[in-house]
């Protein structure tokens, strides 16, 4: 084989080879990446070089926006890189956490970022006027928190100086440090570091040894002035969201050794055994009919791009993730008046809040803005709408919406059909009487009272009605005896003395 045939060869392989790496990455976080860009239509994106971020392309603006994360960082480092693809200007470039971009007048970036112990959500809205662009889709990058503690750990080793720090290793879990340091009195010794995500509040184990026995023992989850082999040792621990920072100085005479170099130590949970409590969503209701589930289904398939939403398995709540957040809005058919159970977790799944909605509402989300919820009741259905409120924008989440409900199907509330009662008489169609009962569904309010007054209409409405007909037909009765006691009434006549007819039989004669 020749040699230019050699390098088209290894070439074409080593291009193969980049194409495979890239399409099909088994990481996570590539994966994860992949997903998200593949689901976005409008802008384009795909993985960013290594699979630290997403690289959009939106050629209604001609911009290219790249975020990157720094994953091993407490608070999560993002860097956003805005380029005109014109003229090849960078529009921006920096790292934050949250932020609004200005770029000119009347048009804005909007950079969402929250993060938990396993992942960090971005996602940048773009406004352009009254108009709203999804320019980096809502993406979840995973978090490999132990890659980052073993990191975190590891600079104890790199940030060691003399007289400690000589010859140091790391443990094989990754989540301790051993260096050796000499003191005067004491000849050679090992400090041993352990770090403890696990305790409340996390901490780490001190030792000092030296080669047949242990000298010192001691945990530390707070700062504190202690003593080290009869010499001040100082202790720093300062507790952040995700991470602490240690630092640990013994002073001997005019050595200072320090220990435990200040070091930012990320947590990895995930090795503790305790498992964390799901996060439920509302409790669910059986008074769901059908034209409810529908309606709620229609809803969650016409949310915008900023938020994702479901129905849940009994189809009485909407189950959204927006910006992180994940809220659940849970229809209340039966309550007096029909209400919607609110509820809303943080990125970290900790519920920041919980109510029952009978009106328009505000739920505060801490560092995005508000979600203005409106709710207006009707006889048959509940209205509905949510959109995200902050400082410089309205963003519908779903429209407003009335959600039918059948309070029929509530277990506490009667619903009655209508009862019509006719009489006539016979042929000669003397008397005509309808008696006509229509009962509307008795509401009850649910307290002792109003169902008191329900259980009393239903019993006495008939019972009104069977004596209404009773006295109707005594009256008829009455008419009728009174008509016939007329009729068979005997005529009266004045007597004639028959002398008198004699005499008129003599006149005649004469």
Sequence with gaps: MSDQMRELFLLLSLTVLITVSYSAPSDEVCQSLIKAASTNDNPVCEPHGDCTGLNCYIPSFDINVTFVVEKCCDPVLVNITILNTTTDNILYNDYFNQSTIEIRDNMSFHVFIHRNETYVHVQVVHHHGDMVYNLIPSTEVPLNASVCMCESVTHIKENSVSPVGKNCSVDNKCIGVECDFMVEKYGDLFADTE?????????????????????????????????????????????????????????????????????????????????????????????????????????????????????????????????????????????????????????????VYDRVLTNTTDIVIPGVGNLHVVIHDTPDAIGLQVELQNSFSVIPLFPYTEVPIDRCLCSDITCSSTITMTTTTTESSLFSFMVSVSASPFKTTGTDHSLSTSIVLAIVAPIAVVIVLIIVSLTIIIVIIVVKKRAMRPFSFHPVPFGDDDDDDDDEKL
Excluded: W
Aim: with cysteine; hydrophobic share 30%; proline share 8%.
């Design 195 to 351: 770090v403890d995500p696990c305790t409340k509040p996390p901490g780490f184990l001190f030792v000092v040894r030296n080669s047949t026995s242990i000298l010192y023992d001691k945990f530390f989850n707070e700062s504190m002035n202690t003593t080290l082999l009869d010499n001040p040792f100082n202790v720093i621990v300062v507790h952040k969201n995700y991470s602490m920072i240690i630092y640990g100085v013994m002073i001997a005479g005019s050595q200072s050794y320090r220990l435990i170099p200040e070091t930012q130590i990320i947590l990895d949970k995930s090795i503790c055994t305790e498992t964390p409590l799901p996060t439920a969503s509302p409790t669910t209701s059986s008074a769901i009919s059908n034209e409810t589930c529908e309606s709620l289904k229609n809803i969650a398939n016409r949310v915008n791009g900023l938020t994702k939403c479901t129905t849940n398995d009994v189809c009485d709540t909407l189950d959204c993730t927006t910006l992180g957040y994940d809220s659940h809005f849970q229809i209340k058919p039966c309550n007096n008046p029909p209400a919607v159970h609110a509820t809303v977790y943080d990125p970290d799944g900790d519920l």
